[in-house]
């Protein structure tokens, strides 16, 4: 009985999915034919073309899925702390501090193979 009813949403999933192909297929054409019409008229077309096929995707168990993973992530990014103007400006400061440091360490190191080689090479 339950193999019946995933079988069947499965299907039902592929048609839905079709539905979504084609109508952002229509928006891309549809963007193409109707080039010399205004944007402002096009742009609120793909919208909308954009909001439907959006809605018949998250009724799909995939769409649904993402769905709820997009939820769990701003449910997770509000969680995070964000660094204070001084203390974004003190790390900003020790990486550039550091990368200098590194690279004139690796321009050291360069000066002084180069240095060797030319020894060798006379």
Same mark, same amino acid.
């Given at each position: ?5 995933? $079988? ?26 109707? #080039? ?15 909001? !439907?096929?959006?809605? !018949? ?31 974004? !400006? $003190? ?11 590194? #690279? ?19």
């Amino acid at each position: 009985m339950e193999s019946r009813s995933v $079988q069947s949403s499965s299907r039902l999933d592929v048609v839905k999915w079709l539905v979504v192909f084609l109508l952002v297929t229509v928006g891309v054409v549809g963007n193409q034919y109707f #080039a010399a019409e205004s944007l402002l008229y096009r742009v609120i077309a793909l919208v909308v073309l954009a909001a !439907i096929a959006a809605f !018949i995707a998250v009724q799909t168990s995939r769409g649904g899925r993402f769905a709820a993973l997009l939820k769990e992530a701003r449910v997770e990014i509000r969680k995070v702390v964000w660094p204070t103007r001084p203390e974004l !400006i $003190q790390t900003t400061a020790i990486v550039i501090v550091f990368v200098l440091v590194v #690279a004139l360490m690796l321009w050291i190191m360069d000066s002084l193979i180069s240095l060797l080689v030319a020894g060798f090479i006379g």
